[in-house]
């Protein structure tokens, strides 16, 4: 290897891992080493520059705990996460779009009408929809895990310290026979992702904002099926063509509608005054 140069480094690099011919780890260590190398190749990379890009991932790891994942937000708003939904949505299915920092994996679970935003304030919002096959057909029995931020665009998981349950303002809630699933919840606001870490001085160095379009999340789960992560968003809130971290898709913006006296509406614990629907689509496993 006393001969290497800056053209024969990157499959000096890709020999000197022992990797198992044919795995998917080698293809995906050999590529990303070619790509990187091409990279700084062409962009002729100075000492300093990548210097700065050491210190920028020292700096994400430095502020990052179990509450606060900066690489993932990295990777927001790089698009990244975006690109890796997109590739991975099913033809047929719903698109998928960002987890986000916020989700918990054991939020309680709520009847069918039941409602996730007692006391909250805001407009109470009914959400309403069905889930279904790529056919058409209602999925009965699937588990529609939903979390969201309040009235003033803030997660309760964000404000723990000033007493909120983190548990507030999500829940689970399972298909009847139609497949059909209803529930009332807060009409969230848009929200900043967490901007005063080096994620944020990076959106700054780029003239970028930190908003997000007020959406709705949910991971829908069925038997025999592939499990979904998305988003929902209004059609009347700002962002839309904007959104920090990319999550928004045509097909996943609902209508936003004020209820009329004469809507027939499903059963629900409390009166909503705002309605919206979002059907769900999963594909086969
Ligand atoms: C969210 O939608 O909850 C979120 C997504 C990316 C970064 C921060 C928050
Ligand atoms: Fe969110």
Known sequence: MRDINQFTITDAVKESFKTEEGSRFKFLLETLIDHLHDYTREVNLTHEEWMGVLMFLYDCGKISTPERHEFILLSDVLGFSALVDMINTRGGATEGSNLGPFYLDDAPRFDLGGDLGKGRGGAVLLVQGQVRDSLGNPIANAVIDTWQADSAGTYPIQEQASGQDKYDLRGIFTTNENGEYWYTTVLPKPYTVPYDGPVGKLLRAGNRHAW?????????????????????????TDYLDNDAVFGVRRSLITKLEPVKKTDTLPPTEIAPNARCRFDFVLAPE
């Open 212 to 236: 997000r379009a007020s959406h709705l999340h949910y991971i829908v789960r069925a038997k025999g099926y592939r499990a979904i992560t998305t988003e929902m968003f209004f059609d009347n």
